[in-house]
C-alpha cells in the first residue's frame, strides 16, 4: 500500500485545513486508515481514524470537534477536515492504513505533510 498525503500549509489560528490522502497498490488488506501526527521534540500521536468498512471513528480528545475525518472509498481516498486550527496543532500529520482487529493496528505510512498554525 502506498499512501500520499497533500493539503497542508500553513494557516492563522481559527483557520481551517482539508488533508488528503491517497491510497494505491493492494489495499484489500487494510480496513481502516487514520491520521497522525507529530510535533517536533514530541511523540507522534493518533488524531483520528476510521474502520473503512464498519464507520467506527475515532479522534483525540483534543481535536474532538474541530477535526472530521472521512473516506471516499471509489477513490481510495481519505480526508481529513482541520477547523478552528489552534497553534498546538502545528506538526508533520501523517496518513496511515492498517487493520482493525479489536485495536487499531498501522502497517503503512504516508511521507507527511507539514500543517504550521500561527
Known amino acids: 500500500v502506498q499512501l500520499v498525503e497533500s493539503g497542508g500549509g500553513s494557516v492563522q489560528a481559527g483557520g481551517s485545513l482539508r488533508l488528503s490522502c491517497a491510497a494505491s497498490?493492494?489495499?484489500?488488506?487494510?480496513?481502516?486508515m487514520g491520521w497522525f501526527r507529530q510535533a517536533p521534540g514530541k511523540e507522534r500521536e493518533t488524531v483520528a481514524a476510521?474502520?473503512?468498512?464498519?464507520?467506527?471513528?475515532y479522534y483525540a480528545d483534543s481535536v474532538n470537534g474541530r477535526f472530521t475525518i472521512s473516506q471516499d472509498n471509489s477513490k481510495k481516498m481519505v480526508y481529513l477536515q482541520m477547523n478552528s486550527l489552534k497553534p498546538e496543532d502545528t506538526a508533520v500529520y501523517y496518513c496511515?492504513?492498517?487493520?482493525?482487529?479489536?485495536?487499531?493496528?498501522?502497517?503503512?505510512w504516508g511521507q507527511g505533510t507539514q500543517v504550521t498554525v500561527s
Open positions: 496511515a492504513a492498517g487493520k482493525f482487529g479489536g485495536s487499531w493496528s498501522w502497517g503503512f
Open positions: 497498490g493492494y489495499t484489500d488488506g487494510s480496513d481502516c
Open positions: 476510521i474502520h473503512t468498512g464498519q464507520g467506527i471513528e
